[in-house]
């Protein structure tokens, strides 16, 4: 059950007690998430080393882990974290020490079991106003992904079919089935 609480993105960055650690703003509003199962860290550790590899043997930017806040609205914040983000490195003139003050340029949200498809349909609309060019959101349990980008369609790919980075990683590309166990 999530626990509600109004801040900003400063009071939030600020929180030192460990029941906090996986939290995000939604509207000033704290939500508090559980830890995600076993499934969804393996699934999160391969595409943040997948993607980490291809975008740092071409210099490309930096590959953020679930743990990055990223303020994608100020007034009232909200801060979201994805399970793995790409900023590029024309974004960055020095690395944030807090919460990145832009959206990254590529989120990817991997979908548990107890995610409500509102709420993910809340995230990707958050990623996109903010400028977020590629969204992936990626489902374990039936091996796919959608991919979001602003003023186009959705695209669900299968296990067999093959990712995109598009313009936001040009040249990469995967079979959708190496994400998963």
Not at 63 to 78: K, V
Not at 155 to 174: K, N
Request: charged share 25%; hydrophobic share 40%.
């Amino acid at each position: 059950m999530a626990v509600q609480v109004r801040m900003t993105a400063e009071q939030l960055a600020e929180l030192t007690d460990d029941r906090y650690k996986k939290s995000e703003l939604v509207k000033g509003e704290l939500i508090t998430m559980s830890p995600t199962g076993f499934e969804h860290g393996i699934v999160s550790t391969r595409i943040a080393q997948i993607l980490n590899d291809f975008v740092r043997a071409r210099g490309l930017g930096y590959i953020c882990g679930a743990e990055t806040g990223f303020i994608l609205q100020r007034n009232p914040d909200t801060v979201r974290a994805p399970d793995v983000a790409f900023v590029c490195k024309e974004k960055v003139s020095s690395l944030p020490t807090s919460f990145a003050e832009f959206a990254p340029d590529l989120a990817v949200e991997i979908v548990s079991p107890a995610d409500r498809s509102s709420e993910m349909e809340q995230k990707i609309s958050e990623y996109l106003a903010a400028g977020t060019r590629l969204v992936w959101v990626v489902y374990p349990t039936t091996k796919t992904v959608y991919v979001y980008r602003p003023g186009r369609a959705v695209q669900r790919l299968s296990a067999s079919e093959t990712l995109s980075g598009e313009e936001v990683l040009p040249g990469f590309s995967i079979t959708i089935s190496e994400f998963f166990v």
